[in-house]
């Protein structure tokens, strides 16, 4: 049995940690810390908070999860995914409101991982994951039109209808020179890989972007304009006070919200992460993580954290071993912020946007986006309703209808494996079991049921039990492929005891597996012991008997059962 609680770097310790391991890992947490100074400045932009809330959150969130995570390579902080449902959160309740929100979410994954939840989560259905996927990358995409082109407005809300409708109304502020960066900024961040890929595009791309913006006076706005002097120390824990204006059933609908997407977002990241390395993750671990993670980065003035598929891919390419490689990457960013906070001010917003565009368009996953569309009809209503409800509801209802989704189709899918028939000698194809049948008499008739029996199964079962051939004095039912039961399945079980008791018909049950027949001892299943068989050949014998005793009573007229 796995351990409840053990870190993936008590495990790396375990195993013995080399100088050759720390040289990788200190080599990758430099290039992750470059890399993250860009997106997580852009990111906290576009959530609605100042810029260097993107880079605490990066810090705490992403040391403190290295530390209690249950995967080596996962890299954590601000992501796109969570974009949308911060700024939507921060507009409609403020600030202060968030970290409260992220607070109960953090208590959320915690439980989720005591529970042991981290399994479930990663089998949300596929178009479910990628409708709301590609509904944020949408709406990031329209997010960022403002900046991109330079548009004297507003911030746009987080209406996606509405936002478009601004635009239209304030093209004619249209500014060349914002467009100029924000084209200069997509092809430095597309075209910069052909050149190497040991430092980020969009480090680059800002660099570049932003020395061209001062030197030539380029009349754009900029981080500094917008949001004036970055803070150049690490903040001190705050607690700030709460009033939140809505009902706590929205509340917790914001919590869970962001809980949802935390896990999906970063077990999707670790399961990757697996991929590419053949290791393995846990799952509840990782969630644990990263509710600890995420009390403790909104504390220091962060937002939500999760794991980041981009930087987790960046760090496995980059050589890096352990999660000593992500501590290192926050400790990078500390060092920056101390000492370069000074010239984020000269950053210009429309460069930032550039970046993000590409993140969208990364993130849309457009070509599996299409490919849903060969796949069966509900697969694809699944991904309509979900990409829809996301860009023009709000993602709060898109994750919690994903959520239903994903219940409804692996309902449904077990639905499907459950059914019952009435065996014949006649039709049934395997040869020994035909043979077999043949040789019971007409007053038995064998019933056998395949798949699961619950209560979304039970119906299917107790309309299929009416199709009975004959009056039989005895009905064995083969539970032999049933390896699960609910309570309904179990009252559907003693609604067929009851009537055939009525009906004189003697019930047999057959093929019981020993977790069957605990199952049914627990829920004091009427029907006695000496009537319940492991094997059919067992029973079949029983049967025989009972024929022979019961040949002299009188049959019933006609028998309906359920």
């Given at each position: 049995m796995k351990r409840f609680f053990h870190p993936s770097i008590l495990t790396v310790f375990q195993e013995g940690y080399r100088f050759s391991h720390f040289t990788k890992d200190l080599y990758a947490g430099i290039i992750l810390g470059i890399l993250a100074l860009p997106m997580s400045i852009a990111f906290a932009i576009a959530s609605g908070v100042r810029p260097e809330q993107g880079l605490y959150t990066a810090i705490i969130g992403g040391i403190v999860i290295a530390i209690l995570g249950g995967s080596r390579y996962q890299i954590s902080g601000p992501t796109g995914a969570f974009v949308i449902l911060i700024y939507s959160i921060v507009q409609k309740y403020g600030y202060a409101n968030?970290?409260?929100?992220?607070?109960?979410?953090?208590?959320?994954?915690?439980?989720?991982?005591?529970?042991?939840?981290?399994?479930?989560?990663?089998?949300?259905?596929?178009p479910v994951t990628i409708g709301f996927t590609s509904g944020l990358a949408t709406v990031i995409f329209i997010g960022q039109l403002k900046d991109f082109f330079g548009l004297r407005m507003e911030a746009s809300t987080s209406e996606v209808i509405h936002t478009i409708h601004a635009y239209i109304s304030h093209i004619h502020t249209f500014n060349f020179f914002a467009f100029f960066l924000a084209i200069l900024s997509i092809g430095i961040v597309v075209f910069w890989p052909r050149?190497?890929?040991?430092?980020?595009?969009?480090?680059?791309?800002?660099?570049?972007?932003?020395?061209?913006?001062?030197?030539?006076?380029?009349?754009?706005?900029?981080?500094?304009?917008?949001?004036?002097?970055?803070?150049?120390?690490?903040?001190?824990?705050?607690?700030?006070?709460?009033?939140?204006?809505?009902?706590?059933?929205?509340?917790?609908?914001?919590?869970?919200?962001?809980a949802v997407l935390a896990g999906i977002e970063s077990l999707l990241s670790a399961v990757v992460a697996d991929g590419m390395t053949g290791k393995k993750h846990c799952s509840d671990q990782e969630l644990i993580a990263l509710g600890v993670g995420n009390l403790v980065s909104v504390c220091f003035q962060g937002i939500p954290a999760t794991g980041a598929i981009a930087r987790t891919a960046t760090n496995i390419k980059n050589g890096g071993q352990t999660p000593i490689a992500a501590i290192i990457h926050g400790i990078t960013l500390i060092m920056i912020i101390v000492f370069c906070s000074t010239w984020f001010s000269y950053i210009p917003m429309a460069s930032l946007s550039?970046?993000?565009?590409?993140?969208?368009?990364?993130?849309?996953?457009?070509?599996?986006?299409?490919?849903?569309?060969?796949?069966?009809?509900?697969?694809?209503?699944?991904?309509?309703?979900?990409?829809?409800?996301?860009?023009?509801?709000?993602?709060?209802?898109?994750?919690?209808?994903g959520v239903v989704l994903a219940a409804f189709l692996f309902i449904n899918s077990m639905t499907k494996m459950t059914h019952a028939k009435y065996l014949n000698a006649e039709v049934e194809e395997d040869e020994s079991t035909a043979a077999l049948l043949q040789k019971i008499p007409r007053d038995i008739e064998v019933f056998e049921v395949y798949g699961p029996l619950f209560f979304a199964a039970t119906e299917s079962f107790k309309t299929a039990l009416t199709r009975i051939h004959r009056v039989p004095k005895v009905l064995i039912l083969r539970l032999r492929h049933v390896l699960i039961v609910d309570a309904t399945g179990i009252r559907a079980l003693e609604d067929i005891y009851e009537k055939t008791k009525r009906e004189g018909i003697v019930l047999l049950l057959s093929g019981v597996k020993p977790t069957l027949q605990e199952i049914l001892q627990k829920a004091n299943f009427p029907l006695r012991k000496d009537y319940i068989f492991s094997d059919f050949d067992q029973a079949l014998p029983y049967a025989l008997e009972m024929v022979e005793k019961a040949s002299t009573t009188v049959q019933p007229a006609s028998v309906v059962l359920p």
């Open positions: 968030l970290v409260l929100i992220t607070l109960i979410a953090g208590v959320f994954l915690i439980v989720m991982g005591l529970c042991r939840f981290g399994t479930f989560i990663k089998f949300i259905p596929y050149v190497t890929t040991k430092i980020p595009g969009s480090l680059i791309a800002i660099i570049v972007t932003t020395l061209i913006a001062y030197f030539f006076h380029f009349p754009v706005d900029t981080i500094g304009k917008k949001f004036g002097v970055l803070q150049s120390s690490f903040p001190s824990f705050s607690f700030p006070s709460f009033s939140f204006p809505g009902g706590f059933l929205e509340l917790l609908s914001c919590s869970f919200s962001i550039g970046i993000l565009v590409v993140i969208a368009y990364n993130m849309s996953e457009w070509r599996h986006f299409a490919k849903i569309f060969r796949s069966p009809k509900y697969d694809i209503i699944v991904l309509l309703i979900t990409f829809l409800l996301t860009v023009f509801v709000s993602l709060v209802v898109a994750i919690q209808a």
